[in-house]
């Protein structure tokens, strides 16, 4: 069965500083990945998603992950991260063809100024 | 486009009332899916439709809940009678074909007192 595991419910950086939030999955098949953030009070907006193509993705606001199979890890990072990133980061993954999405219980990100 | 559309964005009730949650996909998207949202079980899957038919209901917690999508813009998710254990954020999402993301509504989040 397909599983999602993210390292670390809290994680704490300062202003300026790396972002890295890890994300380990489980599947019998290459899946597809997910990450969301979700800032207080609202719902999941899509970071970035990796489908088979590029190992290496980029999302919106300066994020990026990299696939990596050896490993069944899809790690969050940002060079250098910014008060806005505080919130809520969820990895998810799913198989090809499939409609359901199995969630990680989430990171919660703060940044110190 | 206006993004997936919930409403009530809050609501308080009283145990054993009934309370009906709203929600419009992204015109076009033909997947539909509720989820609950509680610190304890994190994101769950409640129940999944495509093209207005329900695929899978396995994770709709009890007889108490239901849900229905009459037409291609429109689904509620009913729970009668409610109970405060059902306090929660309750999201909907849609979606357009297969492998392709999420989007997310921002959630109506119900508090039973």
């Known amino acids: 069965a397909q599983s999602v595991t993210q390292l670390g419910s809290h994680v704490s950086v300062s202003e300026g500083a790396l972002v890295l939030l890890r994300c380990n999955y489980s599947?019998?098949?290459?899946?597809?990945l997910f990450w969301y953030v979700q800032y207080p009070n609202q719902g999941l907006q899509l970071l970035l998603k990796y489908t088979s193509a590029a190992t290496l993705v980029k999302g919106i606001n300066g994020f990026e992950a990299e696939f990596k199979k050896s490993e069944t890890s899809f790690h969050l990072t940002k060079p250098s991260a910014h008060m806005s990133d505080a919130a809520e980061y969820f990895c998810a993954v799913s198989d090809q063809g499939t409609y359901k999405y199995i969630f990680g219980t989430g990171t919660r990100l703060k940044v110190l100024a | 486009d206006a993004g997936v559309i919930q409403s009530p964005r809050h609501e308080v009730t009283e145990m054993g009332q009934e309370v009906t949650l709203r929600c419009k996909p992204i015109?076009?998207?033909?997947?539909l899916f509720w989820y609950r949202q509680t610190m304890m079980r994190g994101l769950e899957l409640l129940i999944y439709?495509?093209?207005?038919?329900?695929?899978?209901d396995s994770g709709m917690p009890e007889d108490r809940f239901s849900a229905k999508m009459p037409n291609a813009s429109f689904s509620t998710l009913k729970i009668q009678p409610s109970e405060p254990r059902d306090s929660a954020v309750y999201f909907c999402?849609?979606?357009?074909?297969?492998?392709?993301?999420?989007?997310f509504g921002p959630g109506t989040r119900l508090t039973v007192l």
């Open positions: 015109s076009g998207h033909n997947s």
């Open positions: 599947s019998s098949v290459p899946p597809y």
């Open positions: 439709f495509n093209n207005n038919v329900p695929i899978d």
């Open positions: 999402a849609s979606r357009l074909g297969e492998n392709n993301e999420q989007f």
